[in-house]
């Protein structure tokens, strides 16, 4: 319908580019700050690209032992993701097909990814200084698959909402169980939500902080927690924090730009389908 | 692309819908651990919020409402409250306003879109107490480019102490959030504009209605469900607004930009008024809960 001119192609190329520049451009000093030498991260005016990048603040990180912050998330949100997608598609796969609890209870599921971490997290706090729970993978990874759960099983209800109810039907029928349909014809037909669900909760724990701020001191620090430590009252540390960022941020992005066709979905808890 | 709205096709009934008892097995671990981390500290909470236990006073006696009372009357908290509603009532419009016309700019059709699409999701995938760090970084006096920019742009150096004078602090939060959620509510609203029907929007350019008319008769409506969406789940963050701030201010200075999250934050694991903050918890969540279970039940996401 509409006319093309040459100006007009170039006025939207300038104006794409000049948002990108502006949306980008605090990660993009980031990254920079990361590759600078400490002194030139302090210099005024500041430098906008490192005379030297090296790569000497993240050797910092490593020799220093804080790399064990990253595994620390890893294995949390890791752990947690298994958990929770497990249980969370049982439970979809219950609330869809045996049409258990209703409306009600997708309401109450949804509602509880919505409280606010903090009024969540100080009773957690209160039962794991009693149970000795705190600054442990056990607890943590129990409190992150809760907090995984109702993400999962919202999603993955959605997903399989969309299988096809037919091919159930028959396996049923040709004498599988009902876990053996689930695992056997369910879940392949809704791999790649399943699989994009996976990823996106594991982000989420992966950059959650409150939680982890509040229930780690030293043994399972997170690296967001890592983070935050390395502002001091009398100094701070912006190029293990420069560089600590990269490294927890770096592979979210690379998640994020492989599942784009999933994202908005993702994100906006299925209110769009891809 | 099919928005999902309150019209959904509801799938068939399967013939096993009525085994009630295998369905249960399958949502049952699930609702368990949920209210093993959910329910049961919640109550204890409950108990602990009747009680004036402290940090240094680990026994506690039962005291009745007086923490409740307590609450009433705490000008601290109330402070709290107004300014997260503050950040609240800017940065959603905000978001609102930048993220719909970034999605009319990119609705084009043309080479590199996705690309461009594709780079400006980035900011909302950081995660949010990395964005807190690196605004930090940004907007600090002395080595921070933004002061720099702006004095380019002003023509004169300025040197503004984003977070040290309280109310550039304000300004400092408002712009680390507006920048790290804007493309959130971009990325919905392109993929809900995309949805819009073609032939209406056509029919409407040959009738001849104006911009401003075909946005409030035929987008607005067509997005709607999928915009409430995405303002509940902006508001709801913004509520809770905690690991921003904490990077960039800590509350500070003094208490000028103190949330809610993070005078609870403060009270229960720094000046550990145990019981108070356990108040505070249980009023909290009950009214949160409330206020999200009929939202969501008004908009039928749940269907």
């Not at chain 1, 439970?91 to 409280?115: E, H, T």
Request: hydrophobic share 55%.
């Amino acid at each position: 319908m509409r006319q093309r001119s040459g100006f007009r192609e170039a006025g939207w190329y300038a104006a794409s580019l000049l948002i990108l520049a502006v949306m980008l451009f605090p990660i993009y000093w980031m990254f920079m700050v990361s590759l600078k030498r400490p002194e030139e991260i302090f210099k005024s005016p500041p430098v906008w690209f490192p005379a030297q990048p090296q790569f000497g603040n993240f050797n910092a990180l490593f020799t220093d032992g804080d790399v064990w912050s990253l595994w620390n998330s890893l294995v949390i949100a890791g752990m947690s993701t298994l958990i929770a997608m497990f249980l969370g598609t049982l439970c979809a796969y219950g609330m869809v097909r045996f049409k258990i609890g209703g409306d009600n209870l997708a309401v109450w599921i949804l509602s509880q990814r919505m409280l606010p971490p903090i009024a969540v997290v100080f009773p957690i706090f209160l039962a794991y200084a009693f149970f000795g729970l705190a600054d442990s993978y056990p607890g943590l990874i129990l409190l992150y698959t809760a907090f995984a759960l109702p993400y999962a099983v919202w999603m993955m209800r959605g997903y399989i909402q969309e299988v096809p109810l037919e091919l159930e039907e028959a396996a049923l029928v040709d004498g599988h169980s009902h876990l053996n349909v689930l695992w056997k014809v369910t879940v392949p037909m809704a791999r790649n939500g399943l699989i994009a669900t996976a990823i996106f909760a594991f982000v989420f724990s992966w950059n959650e902080f409150l939680f982890a701020l509040v229930l780690t001191r030293t043994e399972v620090l997170t690296f967001t927690v890592q983070i935050s430590q390395y502002f001091g009252s009398q100094s701070t540390f912006w190029a293990k924090i420069a560089a600590m960022s990269v490294l927890g941020t770096l592979p979210v992005f690379i998640a994020v730009t492989i599942l784009q066709r999933y994202l908005v979905r993702g994100i906006s808890l299925g209110a769009v389908k891809g | 692309m099919t928005a999902t709205t309150a019209t959904v096709e509801r799938r068939g009934r399967p013939f096993w819908a009525g085994r009630r008892a295998t369905g249960l097995m399958f949502i049952g671990p699930a609702i368990f651990v949920m209210l093993l981390v959910g329910l049961f500290p919640f109550l204890w909470s409950v108990a602990v919020s009747f009680q004036d236990l402290t940090g240094s006073n680990r026994t506690g006696n039962w005291i009745g409402i007086a923490n409740y009372q307590k609450l009433i009357s705490d000008a601290r908290l109330w402070a709290a409250l107004g300014r997260t509603l503050l950040i609240l009532a800017t940065a959603l419009p905000l978001e609102l306003l930048l993220g719909l016309l970034l999605a009319f700019h990119f609705q084009a059709d043309r080479p590199f879109k996705r690309v461009f699409v594709a780079l400006l999701v980035l900011p909302a995938v950081v995660p949010p107490m990395v964005a807190g760090s690196m605004w930090r970084l940004m907007l600090d006096h002395k080595f921070g480019p933004f002061n720099q920019i702006i004095g380019w742009l002003a023509g004169e150096p300025i040197v503004l102490l984003w977070v040290i004078k309280p109310h550039l602090a304000f300004w400092a939060i408002l712009i680390a959030e507006v920048w790290q959620w804007t493309p959130f509510m971009f990325i919905i609203l392109l993929a809900a504009l995309a949805n819009v029907e073609r032939e209406q929007l056509e029919a409407a350019e040959i009738d001849g209605a104006g911009r401003l008319r075909v946005f409030f008769r035929i987008i607005l409506p067509a997005i709607m469900p999928v915009l409430s969406i995405a303002l509940l789940i902006r508001a709801l963050d913004l509520f809770r607004i905690f690991d921003a701030v904490w990077q960039l201010t800590r509350g500070g200075p003094g208490n000028k930009t103190e949330t809610v999250s993070i005078f609870m934050y403060i009270r229960g694991f720094q000046s550990f008024e145990t019981s108070y903050t356990a108040a505070l918890v249980v009023v909290l969540l009950i009214l949160l809960s409330l206020a999200v279970t009929l939202a969501l039940r008004r908009m039928e996401i749940a269907r």
